[in-house]
């Protein structure tokens, strides 16, 4: 059983990253059989209180086996895509402005196919993790100039941003913008001066488009009922919580409680201690994702790996911010636990390329590094 869950050798690493993650998947799905339960008697006029639940669970079964094909996939293949694979997302962040664009609270981040809805930016996460680690690479080896490649990866990752913005996303967009930042960081190779004045161009755009909105402004000032209820609904859970299915946050005390508040719920009903067992999950599950970087050996997959350890992070971060009132309220999800398809896919694909990396390491790179 260690040599199993070993993680310093391949089998055992790619296990327990993929364990670390069914865990979290199921405790999603056991939390939304909870704190969905009356949203899907609403919708569905007291027919079924497990419609939202079950709708999750489809989009994971269906998620598998994307995860499995894109693993076994050599990561060379995925490389060679990479004059298709920003495009596609382009196309794919263009949709919801088309006639199978999906409007929703005066937002247009949505499409749909058949029954199934969309959000494309989050498809378009891990296909600018990719570009933008094509792009490093270009860097370290010298065939294009550091500074080239810095500038390109900040075009093409302001292509992505303008589009999810004008989407009315501003919460994605602030995450595309830091995957690219932290990944420029990593990569050792930029100057802190570039990365500095570019922070202080989006931050002006940033609060630039904050203002230029009503709603946004009254989210960072307003009264902020929201975050309040937030804070309440985890105060109540105190040590032990309040248990499964007995929180008032799933009652309509807290809006959106099984997607932007699914943390706070959580922390009802499974109190301090289940809190902080969840976090030391995510955390676990970061730490391997990084971890894994030290047993690959070129600039590409280093980058794609830390870009979607980036990509769990600050989402996870951003998360738990807001329900506890530190960030103001914005429509974040939870990786793994909140209900959204386009979300739980895009996890999905992202440990499917993880695994196409390291599936593809020799296991002699394990024995030496061990």
């Known amino acids: 059983m260690y040599n199993f869950f070993n993680i310093r050798t391949k089998r055992g690493l790619i296990t327990s990253i993929f364990l670390l993650a069914l865990i979290l998947v199921i405790t999603g799905l056991i939390i939304q059989l909870s704190i969905s339960s009356p949203e899907s008697l609403k919708n569905t006029q007291g027919a079924t209180h497990s419609s939202i639940f079950f709708g999750q669970l489809r989009l994971i079964i269906i998620s598998i086996p994307i995860l499995f094909a894109i693993s076994i996939v050599n990561i060379r ?63 370290f080896r010298r065939m294009i100039s550091k500074k080239a490649a810095y500038l390109s990866g900040l075009g093409i990752t302001m292509i992505y941003a303008i589009l999810i913005l004008a989407s009315k996303s501003l919460s994605l967009t602030i995450q595309v913008i830091a995957i690219f930042f932290l990944m420029y960081f990593v990569c050792g190779y930029i100057p802190l001066i570039w990365q500095f004045a570019t922070g202080m161009i989006f931050l002006m755009g940033g609060v630039a488009a904050i203002f230029s909105t009503p709603y946004r402004v009254a989210r960072l000032f307003g009264d902020k009922e929201q975050a309040k209820l937030a804070i309440k609904t985890i105060s109540s859970g105190g040590l032990f919580g ?3 299915g007995n929180g008032m946050g799933r009652n309509f005390y807290l809006p959106e409680v099984q997607t932007d508040f699914v943390f706070a719920g959580f922390s009802e009903e499974w109190g301090l201690i289940g809190s902080v067992i969840l976090l030391l999950a995510f955390t676990a599950l970061i730490y391997l994702i990084f971890y894994s970087t030290r047993f690959v050996r070129t600039a590409f997959e280093k980058m794609v790996i830390a870009g ?47 695994g196409a990396i390291l599936l593809n390491i020799d296991d002699e790179v394990f024995y030496k590094l061990k």
Request: avoid cysteine; aromatic fraction near 14%; charge should be positive.
């Open 77 to 139: 293949k995925i490389k060679e895509s990479i004059l298709w694979i920003y495009p596609l997302g382009f196309v794919l962040l263009l949709l919801p402005f088309s006639p199978l664009g999906v409007s929703a609270n005066g937002a247009r981040r949505w499409f749909r196919l058949g029954p199934m809805q969309f959000q494309p930016s989050e498809f378009a996460k891990i296909f600018l993790i990719i570009t933008l680690a094509f792009i490093i690479e270009l860097g």
């Open 242 to 244: 309040t248990g499964y």
């Open 308 to 354: 979607i350890g980036f990509m769990i992070a600050d989402q996870i971060i951003f998360h738990v911010f807001i329900n506890l009132a530190i960030l103001p309220t914005t429509g974040v999800t939870l990786p793994f636990i909140s209900q959204g398809g386009s979300s739980i896919m895009t996890l999905f694909i992202s440990l499917g390329v993880l």
